[in-house]
């Protein structure tokens, strides 16, 4: 791809971190909470009109998943009225817009990883605020939706919000007790690999719309974390555990696995869960002693 202007909204969190990195060549304006606020649109307008972008990217979210359920308010804003905001200043800047989407539109009541063909069904006001901001992103003529989950990839010195790898992985390490679920089936998915896969629908000009960009495989929790394990060279301390043992406010689908046949026809093949693993316990080094 041709040198590119390219404004990365919520650029200092992992994935934001992740993208403004795979498109290092290109002419990077990244913004995090404290130069922009993505809630105000007026705010958002001037930004993106001001930086004359050919790519708007969109990495922040309201991720709380169960905070959601006390502030939706809050949720509805990043998640889905300030994405309507990007999209609407990215088409007036004719500049392709990327956002990232959940598995969470799903209810997980299958066995079937799912197809960008199946219909949502949400089942909390996290999932619900994440489905409004896809249907609003897709408003714009030239938009992709990216789906991820069970994100992970962060540096050891990382300090900010850690996802759900990197804290069993701490675990493993310390030679503590991990509980993880056996009946939550997900695709951990490498944030450098997601990054990756953003860079080339552009680049390749793929058709616009929903893709699903997740490491390819699938496995529960508990299995993640035995082969983490493995890779570690620690002896696993896991305590299963079931989701209906455990009181969360916002519901989770059991079920989380995505397909990612579509990407792949578009020319990215995503490599195993397993092979990201590996790749991303290299980066990572051993741990201090």
């Known amino acids: 791809m041709p040198r590119s202007r390219v404004l990365v909204a919520g650029a200092g969190g992992q994935l934001g971190t992740a993208v403004v990195t795979a498109f290092a060549g290109d002419e990077i304006i990244a913004h995090t909470r404290a130069t922009l606020d993505i809630t105000d649109p007026e705010a958002v307008r001037h930004a993106v009109a001001e930086a004359r972008p050919a790519v708007v990217i969109n990495c922040a979210a309201f991720n709380d998943v169960d905070g959601a359920e006390d502030r939706p ?18 088409a007036d800047a004719g500049a392709v817009f990327v956002h990232y989407g959940t598995d969470f539109v799903y209810d997980g009541r299958t066995a079937k990883a799912y197809t960008e063909d199946v219909p949502p069904s949400p089942r909390s006001a996290y999932a ?22 069970s994100l992970f990839g962060m540096p050891r010195s990382w300090t900010g919000r850690r996802g759900t790898l990197e804290n069993i992985a701490a675990g493993l390490e310390q030679g503590r007790a991990v509980k993880v679920f056996t009946d939550r089936i997900v695709t951990p998915s490498y944030i450098p690999d997601i990054a990756a896969a953003t860079r080339h629908l552009i680049s390749a000009e793929a058709a616009p719309g929903l893709y699903h960009c997740v ?10 974390a035995d082969h983490l394990a493995g890779e570690l060279g620690v002896e696993p301390r896991l305590e299963p ?29 995503m490599p195993t869960w397993q092979d990201a693993i590996r790749r991303w316990l290299a980066t990572r080094g051993r741990p201090a002693a």
């Open 241 to 269: 555990v079931m989701t209906d043992q455990v009181q969360m406010k916002a519901v989770r689908p059991r079920f989380c696995a995505l397909s990612n046949r579509k990407l792949a026809a578009a020319g990215f093949a």
């Open 215 to 224: 490491n390819s495989g699938q496995a529960s929790w508990y299995e993640v």
């Open 73 to 90: 308010a809050d949720a509805f804003a990043v998640n889905a009225f300030a994405v309507r905001s990007l999209a609407r200043a990215a």
């Open 128 to 149: 619900m605020s994440k489905l409004t901001g896809e249907w609003f992103a897709l408003e714009a003529p030239r938009a992709y939706v990216l789906r991820v989950e």
